[in-house]
């Protein structure tokens, strides 16, 4: 929810917030809204639990907020000039699609996923958009500091003193398990798809025949957002939507219409235009949820992988092999709180090296191997090194970063305009 949340915050401002809106920061040719500060730093309130801040305490989060975003666009600057670092259509497209099943995932279930960026105003369309920018910023930035940090390098010695320099107030860990699981969502069945199918047939019928496709969309479509403008999507380009759809979209000309089935359902595509590369297309579309007998059909196929999980199969190769979530993976030590509430149901009674009986979530069907458990408290040196190690190089790359960020802030380009006022801090002799 939290990821869903802050790309919307990040890249969009409320009416009333353009209206006041103004440049506060430059770094070299990037800038930071007042409007992005200020939603920023309504975000981290709200991770903290509060929802409100006196006015001096918001006005020194804004300030850090900004301090902080000055030195995100440093790097990104830093990134966009290293010639050697490239971000492919493909790798945004990969991340993309890992992003919004995460958020798929959060919100519970499909439904719960499409209401969510209805409330916020959005279709999936705008949302994809959206995120394909700040997503190819993100793996630039991704990429610019992996290179940096494998200039740092972190000893046995190192670790034992970063431990001993903080170790009271290094936070106490709660309880962890290290699991895999594999997730399968129920496919629907032939006789509920060949319903619906038949409805998307006589519905294209009707539209082939004449009749007017706006009163069809907003009498039978079941896509909330675009059935009150009559199946109107606008116009769009490519990698926007969903590619099955696209597919179809693309390859008709104006006037023209047909059906394509997506994960969301079946699709009655009418398209009125085409300017360029972009296409300005309508669509009906008609859900298709699995039925209790689909859903049944899922648990007994997550049962047979399970008894062959027990009859000595790599557990993690099924899991490449057959889950649908693109995130998968072993968890290593995560906090057991981090899991929805039905794995965290589901490996309660286990022990290290178990695997689960298949069960339901909100987002399809699991069957969970628990790899070993590590019980919650303070850190001990030896039996959480791994864990030390890590925040050790953290802490270490950190002070890296603060040094090039440091360094770069006297090179750039850099003016600062909060509080209204202008002030060059510094102009790079470019």
């Not at 579309?285 to 059909?297: G, I, M, Q, Y």
């Amino acid at each position: 929810m939290w990821a869903l949340m802050a790309l919307l915050w990040a890249t969009a401002a409320s009416g009333e917030e353009e209206l006041l809106d103004r440049i506060v920061a430059v770094v070299d040719q990037e800038i930071i809204l007042l409007s992005e500060v200020k939603q920023r730093a309504q975000l981290e309130l709200l991770q903290e639990g509060r929802y409100v801040a006196d006015d001096s305490t918001l006005r020194a989060l804004e300030k850090k907020v900004l301090d902080d975003m000055i030195a995100d666009r440093i790097l990104l600057v830093k990134a966009q000039k290293d010639t050697a670092l490239e971000v492919t259509a493909e790798e945004v497209d990969r991340a993309l699609e890992e992003q919004l099943a995460r958020i798929r995932r959060d919100a519970g279930s499909e439904e719960a996923y499409q209401d969510l960026i209805r409330r916020e105003g959005l279709t999936e369309r705008e949302l994809r958009r959206r995120f394909r920018k700040e997503l190819r910023n993100y793996l630039l930035k991704q990429k610019f500091m992996a290179k940096l940090a494998r200039k740092v390098h972190i000893s046995d010695e190192d670790v034992r003193a970063f431990y001993q320099a903080y170790e009271d107030s290094l936070p106490v860990l709660p309880e962890r398990v290290d699991i895999a699981y594999i997730l399968v969502k129920p496919k629907v069945g032939e006789g509920r798809l060949r319903e619906v199918q038949r409805k998307a047939a006589r519905l294209l019928r009707q539209v082939q025949e004449g009749t007017d496709f706006e009163a069809l969309a907003r009498a039978y479509s079941e896509d909330p957002g675009s059935r009150r403008r009559g199946g109107d999507l606008g116009y769009f380009e490519r990698g926007t939507m969903l590619p099955e759809f696209e597919l179809v979209a693309f390859s008709l000309r104006p006037g023209e219409s047909d059906t394509v089935y997506t994960r969301l359902g079946y699709h009655v595509i009418y398209v009125e235009e085409r300017k360029g590369d972009k296409v300005h297309a309508r669509h009906i579309l008609l859900r298709v949820f699995p039925s209790n007998e689909d859903t049944a059909r899922a648990l007994a196929f997550l049962d047979s992988l399970r008894g062959r999980a027990l009859s000595g199969e790599d557990f993690e190769e099924l899991m490449w092999e057959y889950s649908e979530d693109p995130s998968s993976g072993r968890s290593r030590w995560r906090a057991i709180e981090e899991f929805p509430e039905a794995i965290r149901k589901a490996i309660a009674p286990l022990k290290p090296g178990e695997v689960s009986r298949p069960f339901a979530g909100l987002a399809g069907c699991y069957l969970v191997k628990l790899y070993g458990r590590r019980p919650g408290g303070p850190l001990d040196l030896e039996r959480d090194w791994d864990v030390i190690r890590e925040w050790a190089l953290g802490h270490k790359l950190q002070g890296a970063f603060k040094e090039l960020i440091a360094k770069e802030r006297k090179r750039l380009y850099l003016e600062v305009r909060w509080d209204g006022v202008q002030r060059k801090v510094q102009k790079s002799g470019r």
